[in-house]
Structures are given as C-alpha cells and as structure tokens.
Nanobody, 126 residues
Framework: QGHLVESGGGLVQAEDSLRLSCEGFGHPFNRDVMGWFRQSPGQDREFVAA????????YYLDSVKDRFTISREDTKKTLYLQMNSLKPEDTAVYYC???????????????????WGQGTQVTVSS
C-alpha cells in the first residue's frame, strides 16, 4: 500500500520562508488531487491548499493565498508548499493528503482525502 512522506518543516522566525515537500509512493499521484492541511494543538485539521491533476488549478485558505504557493512535480511524485512571510499563527503540524479524483468538488474537505502523510512540524516565532 502506498504512502506519503513530508519533509521541510522547522523552526523559523516571523517573515521567514519554508518549503515543504511531500513525496508519494505507490499511488498513481499524477491523476490525483493533492492537498495540504494543518493542525494546531486543540484545533481541528484545517485546509491550507490543494491542486488538481492535469490542469493544476489551485485552491487556498484565504489567510494564506497571498503568501503560500502549492505546486506539484508529477515526474518526481512530489508535492510542494512554498510558504513565505510566515506568521506565528501559521504554527502547526502540516500534512499532505491525496485523493484518487480529478474533481475539485469538496476539495477543502479533509474527509474526502484517502491518503495522509505523517505530518511535519512548522513553528514560527515572533
């Protein structure tokens, strides 16, 4: 059975940048919607960004859309999240997720994703 592996998290200061990566193993990947979610202690898991296959249409949480960029490199089965101008409120565990669908219906709904990575911690200090 396939899995997803995130990397690139860390401790940074406010206004710094980070790039998260997520490599897929054992899934079609190039035919699937890919997304990033995050979760802070005591909070529900929150949609951050998603990208569809083939036409690469992107979707973002309003509070990150001018600072984060999601992209994918299907030949490497890798998903990225470039995060600029980080804020303390971006602190969370970030998860990549995959669902075997080309549709953007309910793309922000975590329950529609079938596969999840283990998460990578991002901590932004003020």
């Amino acid at each position: 059975q396939g899995h997803l592996v995130e990397s690139g998290g860390g401790l940074v200061q406010a206004e710094d940048s980070l790039r998260l990566s997520c490599e897929g193993f054992g899934h079609p990947f190039n035919r699937d919607v890919m997304g990033w979610f995050r979760q802070s202690p005591g909070q529900d898991r929150e949609f951050v960004a998603a990208i569809t296959p083939f036409n690469f249409k992107t979707y973002y949480l309003d509070s990150v859309k001018d600072r984060f960029t999601i992209s994918r490199e299907d030949t490497k089965k890798t998903l990225y999240l470039q995060m600029n101008s980080l804020k303390p409120e971006d602190t969370a565990v970030y998860y990549c997720a995959e669902r075997p669908s080309q549709s953007a219906i309910r793309i922000r709904d975590s329950s529609t994703y079938n596969y999840w990575g283990q998460g990578t911690q991002v901590t932004v200090s003020s």
